[in-house]
């Protein structure tokens, strides 16, 4: 097969993953939609019979009249719901990875297949992905599917329209083993930072959710849950950007630049980004900081890596040594 | 400022119900009151270190927008020209200069004094930890966050031995045997590396800081645009522009030289990415000093020339037009002009200056493009590659404004003196040569030449100590930092009793860091290990067990 036939794979294998990621999402919709018509019902009962009897609310659910007859056959669809979405979710990680590995072998000489924006953001999303399905069973994150497919339709979408690139061999800038490691760890904490940031977000929605006593609260964990959630995900992706950010950047900045810290833009705002990171573990551990204040941190730190991302490489990026990033 | 940073102790530190079974545990060094007063400050001094991270990130901003004299001081004097109102401001804000300014200094200087008043009191009370003997048994182990409990008809004694080296045996500080203290329980603790990386994490930081402190000062970094063919040799004189650090001796730059023998580029020739560079190489004859041999060295962008105290680095390269230029009075100058790219065409914009010219001076600027194509009137370049080079100047007469002294730049002309050859006014004439070719002057004031091209390397030569120390601090930091986040401080308590004929064990764990999961799973485990039999969660089982 020649490179041209590896790009043209590539570019169906992810436009493919694209289209299985969406329909994973409307699994998930539909899992959702199914569960929280359930629960609302059942909490109105509830409410009105403590109301007309005045007992308390312990002894409310009693007097709760058993569920319905559609009521299994209604969880049973939820539940297959869910499942399809997460066996949709598998497909078009495969065939994502599928794109991720063939778009290594699309250029001439073979290299790793985060040499540019579009690539960069081809692979973060797949870590994103892989993250999640690795991480399904032992942290029960089904409640994420819906988060976490809807995330990769979008990014896609946008690598698809914005980014695009045709596949092909790196600038002379790029040729070293550095990008493999540099960039590699770097993508791989982008996903684990992405997937913290869609608990941190969670974990802030969770308590109005709670309050406002709609159901959707009920499909999500507990705040205890997706706080330790959100940090211990962040607990992984704070290592691999200090080793990609602050060591493996600076020793290939020794290399190709001669200098191991310019105060590039890029590097400047690598650096913020730790740093707020770095605010998000403390608070974590600090009486006044913890919950609300840390998750809103996190979610500033995951900002600040966007803007990274985006916006220095599109509007700063002129005076940047990073430019090819952009390009 | 790291009292309790990536490490929240739950449970017996911070006894939320106030039982007084939990409380009498651990007992505290101090007295309550200090032990506030200590808590206080510890609490105080994160909140401040908190806020001062915050603070750092916030000022690290500025410079990455506004252009920076240490970074492109290019960019600076364009902006600068460019918004002559807010200049002033700016400058006296620091902002062309942020990393140096004496607010981004006092940011991180305050947060490294916190971060010393945190590690030097923290280490100490690590110190005292770890000699420390594991805590005493709470006394009723069934409050705490994993239990787990059963009859055996083993006897006590053996069933604490077999406890001690399992424990052991899971890497845990086990207690000393303690008759007098607590006989009937065995105390084990394991997770103090947790600790101690998160202190190797926060000297790290210093140790790194003091390194990258070292080399700003003390190292230098500079730029040289050597034509292929020439030398260079590494005096002040050679470089175009060089940033010393404030505490750098000129004498102290190594006695290197060397001679760009060769220049080799390759351009991607079809496909989406045409006019790509694939590969650009130099090749350098060099001598350490003038004693030692000559030695071959293929420069490429990735692959600097690293000798003892100087790294000479390929930046960039471009191309340099042989011009002739012969004036009125007959008197011929010649020699390549550097030319400087500006843009990935390599279309690239010169000035050739001719101060001996007589009877007037003369000058010229313009544009050397590879690949030369047009279309109507603008010409550019197709092709980064010299396929078809041609050199497209205005030319002008008169006063180049060199005599009064002042520097000027080389690759600007002052326009100020000097009148354009025009056709008519405001048509100038534009020189446009291929190689080879020669064009007369306007009015016989000579005529000029494009000979051909040489092409130039730019190549940064920079010497950067104290790199070996801020590597290994931030590669120690890393190792710490995983250590601090990653290992499980945990207690565990195994107390055998002796009830009638038969014997209770029970088995109890605590975890003392964030988020951490599987301490039912381990103590279950440990159960089992003891004895106990398969169980499927440990809650079930204390109530099984209670007879």
């Known amino acids: ?327 | 400022m790291t009292d309790t940073a990536l490490d929240t102790s739950a449970g017996l530190e911070s006894p939320r119900d106030g039982s007084p079974d939990v409380s009498r545990e651990a007992p505290p060094p101090l007295g309550p009151r200090e032990l506030v007063r200590w808590a206080w400050r510890q609490l105080t001094s994160m909140r401040t270190a908190l806020l001062l991270l915050l603070l750092l990130a916030l000022a690290a901003i500025p410079g990455s927008v506004v252009p920076q004299r240490d970074v492109d001081s290019l960019a600076v004097s364009r902006w600068r020209a460019d918004h002559p109102t807010l200049t002033p401001v700016y400058e006296r804000l620091g902002l062309f200069s942020v990393y140096d300014s004496a607010w981004f200094s006092a940011v991180y200087l305050l947060l490294m004094v916190s971060l010393v008043g945190c590690i030097v009191p923290r280490t100490a009370v690590y110190w005292r930890a770890l000699r420390a003997a594991p805590p005493r048994a709470p006394k009723n182990l069934r409050r705490l966050p994993a239990y787990s409990t059963f009859w055996t008809d083993a006897e006590p004694d053996a069933v604490r031995a077999q406890a001690r080296a399992l424990l052991r045996g899971r890497h845990y500080r086990v207690a000393r045997d303690d008759p007098d203290g607590q006989p009937d329980a065995v105390s084990a603790e394991r997770g103090h590396l947790r600790e101690a990386g998160n202190l190797l994490f926060h000297i790290s930081v210093i140790v790194v800081l003091v390194g990258f402190a070292y080399g700003q000062l003390l190292g230098y970094k500079g730029g040289a645009i050597v034509m292929v063919g020439r030398g260079f040799s590494n005096t002040l004189s050679q470089y175009d522009d060089f940033n010393p650090g404030s505490l750098f001796d000129p004498d102290g730059l190594a006695p290197v030289s060397f001679d760009v023998k060769d220049f080799d580029v390759r351009f991607l020739r079809s496909g989406p990415q045409a006019g790509q560079p694939v590969d650009f190489a130099a090749d350098l004859a060099y001598r350490e000093d003038p004693a030692s041999p000559e030695r071959d060295y293929r420069l490429k962008v990735n692959e600097p020339l690293q000798l003892d105290g100087v790294s000479v680095f390929l930046v960039g390269h471009g191309y340099a037009p042989v011009m002739t230029v012969t004036d009125g009075d007959g008197n011929v100058t010649k020699g390549p002009v550097v030319f400087l790219p500006q843009d990935a065409s390599f279309a690239s914009f010169g000035v050739l200056k001719v101060p001996d010219g007589s009877p007037e001076q003369l000058g010229f600027e313009g544009m050397f493009y590879p690949t030369y194509a047009s279309t109507g009137q603008d010409p550019y370049s197709a092709f980064p590659d010299a396929l078809r080079p041609v050199v497209s100047l205005f030319g002008y007469y008169g006063d180049l404004g060199m005599d009064d002294g002042a520097p000027q730049s080389v690759y600007e002309l002052d326009t100020s003196g000097l009148t354009r050859f025009e056709r008519a006014p405001g048509n100038p004439v534009r020189f446009d040569l291929e190689p080879g070719e020669t064009i007369a002057l306007p009015d016989g004031k000579g005529s000029i030449r494009f000979d051909g091209y040489r092409r130039w390397v730019k190549l940064q030569v920079s010497d950067t100590p104290g790199k070996g120390l801020a590597l290994s601090g931030m590669v120690l930091g890393l190792l710490g930092l995983m250590a601090s986040l990653f290992v499980r401080r945990r207690r565990a308590w195994v107390r055998v009793t002796r009830q009638d004929d038969h014997t209770l064990v029970e088995v109890a764990g605590l975890d003392r860091s964030t988020a951490a999961e599987g301490l039912d799973d381990e103590v279950r485990r440990l159960a089992e290990a003891l004895g106990a039999p398969a169980l499927t969660d440990t809650t079930s089982s204390s109530r099984r067990a209670t007879p």
């Open chain 1, 1 to 327: 097969m020649t490179t041209a036939d590896f790009a043209v794979i590539s570019d169906r294998a992810i436009m493919f993953a694209g289209i299985i990621y969406a329909l994973a999402l409307l699994a998930h919709l539909l899992e959702w939609a199914g569960s929280l018509s359930r629960p609302a019902q059942a909490a109105r009962v509830v409410v009105t019979t403590a109301v007309t009897t005045g007992a308390p609310a312990g002894g409310a659910t009693a007097l709760e009249p058993p569920p319905p007859a559609g009521e299994d056959q209604r969880a049973l669809r939820v539940e297959t719901a869910g499942r399809v979405g997460v066996a949709l979710t598998a497909v078009a990680a495969a065939l994502h990875l599928t794109g991720v590995v063939t778009r290594a072998f699309a250029s001439d000489p073979v290299r790793v297949p985060w040499g540019n924006m579009y690539e960069f953001t081809i692979a973060g999303a797949l870590g994103v992905s892989v993250i999640y399905l690795a991480l399904l069973r032992r942290l029960r994150l089904r409640w994420m599917g819906l988060f976490v497919t809807a995330f990769e339709v979008v990014v896609l979408m946008a690598a698809n329209l914005l980014l695009e690139q045709a596949a092909g061999p790196l600038v002379p800038a790029l040729h070293s083993y550095w990008l493999a490691v540099h960039v590699g760890a770097a993508v791989l904490a982008t996903g684990a930072f992405s997937v913290g940031a869609l608990a941190s977000t969670a974990y802030l929605l969770r308590g109005p959710l709670e309050r406002r006593g709609g159901a959707v609260a009920e499909m999500l964990p507990s705040r205890d849950a997706l706080d330790r959630l959100a940090y211990r995900v962040h607990a992984v992706g704070f290592p691999l950007w200090t080793f990609a950010a602050l060591i493996a950047g600076p020793i290939w900045a020794e290399y190709a630049w001669g200098s191991y810290w310019n105060w590039d833009p890029k590097e400047v705002w690598a650096f913020i980004t730790w740093v707020v990171y770095a605010a998000y573990l403390h608070a974590r551990a600090t009486a006044g900081w913890r919950g609300r204040t840390a998750a809103i941190i996190a979610l500033v730190a995951f900002a600040t890596l966007l803007f990274n991302f985006v916006g220095i490489n599109f509007f700063f990026g002129a005076t940047s040594q990073h430019s090819y990033a952009g390009g």
